[in-house]
């Protein structure tokens, strides 16, 4: 009866320990599951941040660029109205008269050098 009696304790202790075993290895693994999804929640959150800096630096570089595109657009607008103002100077009727007499040596033409022609 001892030698039973052992052996029941025997058995209840190896099942009892099996169990234990058992119950730290399923912990462990939810520690480890555990870990996983804070490392994993950790990488999204960190993608999520990647792409919105990366946004950010997409927004500061066409912004960048509209800000030099309107420089050159005031430049080229500046050059323009020059270029208005030195062909209205070229245009005028005085600096032609002017080139035409002192450059030229041409003379305003006599009543006798006009030709009248009569069109039919």
Request: hydrophobic residues 40%.
């Amino acid at each position: 009866m001892v030698v039973a009696e052992r052996e029941l304790q025997r058995r209840s202790f190896y099942r009892e320990e099996a169990y234990q075993r058992e119950i730290h290895r399923r912990q462990q693994k939810s520690h480890s599951n555990h870990k996983l999804r804070y490392i994993l929640r950790l990488a999204v959150i960190a993608l999520l941040l990647f792409a919105v800096l990366y946004r950010f630096s997409v927004i500061t570089e066409y912004q960048y660029r509209i800000e030099k595109l309107q420089s050159e657009i005031e430049d080229i607008s500046m050059q323009n109205e020059r270029l208005r103002v030195e062909i209205a100077s070229l245009k005028s009727i005085a600096r032609i008269e002017d080139i035409a007499i002192n450059k030229l040596n041409m003379k305003e033409p006599d009543n006798r050098q006009f030709i009248y022609l009569n069109s039919k």
